[in-house]
Nanobody, 120 residues
């Protein structure tokens, strides 16, 4: 059974930092591209950051220079370090794992989400 379990969310003041974690089980983690998405109330889900299986990273424009994604394949965990947080970063953050097999079949899994609230 595949599970992605996010943790690390919470309430933080503007300018503060949080580190999210997403622990995976039931998959060959090193072969998956891992992505953090977020969804704020009344808004569409947006990509926050992605780290490919090979280690390349990419970020959504709103978080460039403030957030950093990393992965530890031995621990089957992906991290999102969030610095200089702003109220507009308030959202539920979701972890996604994505891979394709040799027949180009897609395998994708989602975590349950963790709430991040940035407020004074």
């Amino acid at each position: 059974q595949v599970q992605l379990v996010e943790s690390g969310g919470g309430l933080v003041q503007p300018g503060g930092s949080l580190r999210l974690s997403c622990a995976a089980s039931g998959i060959i983690f090193s072969g998956y591209d891992m992505t953090w998405y977020r969804q704020a109330p009344g808004k569409e889900r947006e990509l926050v950051a992605v780290i490919l299986s090979g280690g390349r990273t990419n970020y959504g424009d709103p978080v460039k220079g403030r957030f950093a994604i990393s992965r530890d394949n031995a621990k089957k965990t992906v991290y999102l370090q969030m610095n200089s947080l702003k109220p507009e970063d308030t959202a539920v953050y979701y972890c996604n794992a994505l891979a394709f097999d040799a027949l180009h079949r897609e395998y994708t899994y989602w975590g349950q989400g963790t709430q991040v609230t940035v407020s004074s």
